[in-house]
Nanobody, 121 residues
């Protein structure tokens, strides 16, 4: 069974920083892109950051210049460094990984359970 487990969420004040991490575990044949989405109450899920297996990154417009995504492909962990947090960054953050499990030839997306980030003003 493939699992993604996030950690690092919490409550911070505006302007502070927070680090999230997400570890993929289980029988993984090939790991592709990884990244983060977030969903705030009453809003649609939006892309936060995406990183390919070749370290090409993409960021949502609202976080560009403040958030940094990185990945350890050996340990299968994706990180999200969030600087200059704003109250509007409050959301549940979900990590995902595009990967091929050992018992399948098909790559698909797997998701973590989500971690709450709350930014107070």
């Amino acid at each position: 069974q493939v699992q993604l487990v996030e950690s690092g969420g919490g409550l911070v004040q505006a302007g502070e920083s927070l680090d999230l991490s997400c570890a993929a575990s289980g029988s993984i044949f090939r790991l592709g892109a990884m990244g983060w989405y977030r969903q705030a109450p009453g809003k649609q899920r939006e892309l936060v950051a995406h990183i390919t297996s070749k370290d090409v990154t993409t960021y949502g417009d609202s976080v560009k210049g403040r958030f940094t995504i990185s990945v350890d492909n050996v340990m299968k962990v994706v990180y999200l460094r969030m600087n200059g947090l704003k109250p509007e960054d409050t959301a549940v953050y979900y990590c995902y990984a595009d990967l091929t499990p050992l018992d399948s030839e098909i790559s698909r997306s797997y998701w973590g359970q989500g971690t709450q980030v709350t930014v107070s003003s």
